[in-house]
């Protein structure tokens, strides 16, 4: 059985994304593979990324059928929550789950490609490159906007939060939305975020003391 939900925006695109499951391991462009896969397809003048959610395990398989959203469905419908809440992160276009037996087999998520193209792992991993503090001083303001939005995400790391200058500023998009809560944040909680971009010990202090600031301001 396959349950497809596509975005009414995107109704042109229903019968493409109808065929991704059959489509996706001999057609696309490979841009990330591990666990899961991505690809980027082209479609109507859309540059669409795709991605595949690995067969879950048979305690998994049950829990998706009968307990809790697939990742495709929770990364389909966070997204609309962020960009209700003018966060910003790729336009969700579609799902697709797939099972058998009654039991999830395969999901897809399906996106605009992001606007951005640099990952945080590109400061973390360059501490000196000339835009690192603005871009990380620009990143606590606008975490602590996240956190006081009761935006949490789960996964917080230097490849899920894409970043590109706009004006003077710079501005951020987040990646992997399936594991997120909204929830009240606390200072505390909110801060420990940072130990997952792996950043040099003045670079964390620098966040931390923006994000500090910026959240008692907010308050």
């Known amino acids: ?8 925006d995107y109704a042109f695109c229903a019968d493409f994304i109808d065929q991704l499951p059959d489509r996706f391991h001999r057609e696309g462009k490979t841009i990330f593979k591990a666990r899961n896969e991505v690809k980027i397809f082209k479609h109507q003048g859309l540059e ?3 991605k595949s959610f690995r067969i879950p395990h048979v305690i998994n398989q049950f829990a998706y059928s009968a307990l809790r959203a697939s990742k495709a469905e929770r990364a389909y419908r966070n997204a609309l929550i962020l960009l209700d809440k003018s966060i910003l992160t790729p336009i969700p276009i579609a799902y697709i789950e797939i099972k058998k037996f009654g039991l999830l087999f395969h999901s897809y998520f399906i996106a605009q490609k992001s606007r951005f193209d640099c990952e945080i792992r590109k400061i973390s991993d360059s501490p000196d490159l ?3 503090y603005p871009v990380l001083s ?6 602590a906007g996240l956190h006081q939005k009761g935006i949490f995400h789960k996964d ?13 500023r710079y501005e951020f998009e987040l990646l992997d939305l399936n594991r997120m809560r909204f929830c009240k944040i606390s200072l505390k909680k ?3 975020v ?3 971009l792996c950043l040099h010990d003045d670079m964390l202090q620098v966040v931390v003391q923006k994000y500090t600031e910026a959240r ?3 308050n």
């Open 138 to 143: 620009d990143l606590a303001c606008f975490t």
């Open 216 to 218: 008692i301001q907010q």
């Open 1 to 8: 059985m396959k349950k497809v939900v596509v975005h009414p």
């Open 194 to 196: 940072f130990e997952r």
């Open 48 to 50: 669409l990324v795709v």
């Open 156 to 168: 917080y790391s230097p490849g899920n939060i894409l970043f590109g200058q706009t004006n003077d």
């Open 190 to 192: 909110g801060i420990k």
């Open 130 to 132: 000339p835009e690192a």
